[in-house]
């Protein structure tokens, strides 16, 4: 993963598929307050056909690529992988559907429809997979604050935002300001060729959200959990709260003889993808004896400097960040955002013990809402 020209990054990934990501400062934190489900609203009309001959998506499944995107909350990001004697087609056609913003008329109630059934899918509006209310801060709040952009909206029914999109995405999703990595072979899809379908750029600084105005103590989870509070932005101080949550999972499986926990890190589970303060979290099995497990993290931050642990917890990491980078499309998107993001490097190759003792410190055990 190395940054080839300012704007664009790259992962050089052999084989016949590659893939191109854009990624633009267009999350749910760009909302602003009163418009929550607006940036989830804007990416459903952006990848809408823009006509009823279905452009662009013809045309690339004429030439076996695919095109997606992913709203999240510091970021949109819109890929496409293909073929890679096709990709540089594949991205004219794509800049040239990103800035062409005309829809037919009944696009905004269809894509409202479908963002509803979505969500009722995704969620089946549980409050053990709701959350919404728990992790994203407000545009100008903390988090826990009472702010859903996508259940709420949904329920509405109807295109809610419909008068809003276009002014948000001409805002927010403009190709001179947004970061693009590609997987693929350079002597196949050369850098240069890249730069210029995609014309000049100025990687935009995303604003960091707000500080907490409360701690972890004072929110409610939707399950019983571990939370370390992340509050550094680099890639140092987000790859040293990972490291220590793997090491609060082992802490967890050892007081109850079970395998270790998943570490899940912000809304999505998407490795540096979000700006601080967000979380990481370490969910407690069923059955788990709550006051053990505080009592044991109690002691926690010192056990992270014991000989061996931090060197575990980065074997684990790694094992695992080599698994998120398996395919093209990944490479290329998690290259854009981490570009995005300022978060270009090698995660935990340098995780600093300090870091790691100090995210650990912050740890606290919440109990389910």
Same mark, same amino acid.
């Given at each position: ?18 893939? %191109? ?30 006509? #009823? ?28 992988? &293909? ?19 005309? #829809? $037919? ?8 429809? *479908? ?8 969620? @089946? ?16 709040? @903390? *988090? ?8 709420? $909206? ?25 970061? @693009?990595? +590609? ?14 379908a995609l014309g000049p750029r100025? %990687?935009?600084? *995303? ?5 907490? &105005? ?11 959990? *571990? ?6 932005? !680099? ?27 998943? +570490? ?9 993808? =979000?700006?601080?303060?967000? +979380? +990481? ?13 505080? =009592? #044991? ?26 698994? #998120? ?27 600093? $013990? !300090? ?7 912050a740890a606290a055990v919440l109990r389910g809402?």
């Amino acid at each position: 993963m190395r940054e080839v020209a300012p704007g664009l990054g790259w992962y050089e990934y052999g084989g016949d598929v590659g893939a %191109v990501a854009l990624a633009f400062p267009a999350g749910f934190h760009a909302e602003g307050a009163g418009r929550p489900g607006l940036a989830h609203f804007a990416e459903h009309m952006l990848m809408a056909p823009r006509d #009823r001959q279905a452009h662009p998506y013809a045309r690339l499944e004429e030439r076996g690529c695919l095109l997606e995107a992913r709203t999240r909350r510091d970021h949109l990001t819109v890929t496409v992988s &293909g073929p890679q004697r096709h990709l540089l087609r594949a991205v004219e056609t794509l800049v040239a559907h990103l800035t062409d913003l005309e #829809r $037919p008329g009944d696009t905004a109630l269809r894509q409202a429809e *479908i963002i509803r059934n979505e969500v009722l899918e995704k969620t @089946a509006l549980s409050p053990a997979t709701d959350r919404w209310r728990w992790c994203v801060p407000t545009p100008d709040g @903390a *988090i826990g604050a009472d702010h859903d952009p996508v259940v709420a $909206p949904a329920l509405a029914g109807s295109a809610v935002h419909a008068d809003a999109w276009q002014a948000f995405l001409a805002r927010h999703v403009r190709l001179d300001r947004c970061s @693009a990595a +590609v997987a693929a072979d350079p002597a196949l899809v050369g850098p240069g060729a890249v730069e210029s379908a995609l014309g000049p750029r100025t %990687v935009p600084r *995303i604003p960091r959200a707000a500080s907490p &105005g409360r701690g972890a103590q004072g929110c409610k989870a939707p399950r019983d959990e *571990i939370v370390l509070p992340v509050r550094a932005d !680099d890639l140092a101080g987000q790859s040293a709260a990972l490291a220590a949550a793997e090491l609060a999972a082992e802490t967890v499986a050892a007081a109850h003889r079970q395998p270790g926990a998943a +570490v899940h890190y912000g809304l999505f589970d998407e490795w540096f993808s =979000e700006n601080a303060p967000t +979380v +990481v979290t370490v969910p407690l099995p069923a059955g788990t004896d709550g006051t053990a497990v505080e =009592e #044991r993290m109690r002691a926690f931050p010192k056990t992270v400097t014991e000989p061996g642990a931090l060197a575990r917890a980065r074997r684990r990491l790694s094992h695992e960040w080599a698994r #998120r980078l398996a395919t093209p499309s990944a490479c290329a998107r998690l290259t854009a955002w981490m570009l995005l993001g300022g978060r270009m490097g090698d995660p935990f190759a340098p995780c600093d $013990p !300090d870091l790691v003792e100090h995210s650990a410190s912050a740890a606290a055990v919440l109990r389910g809402a």
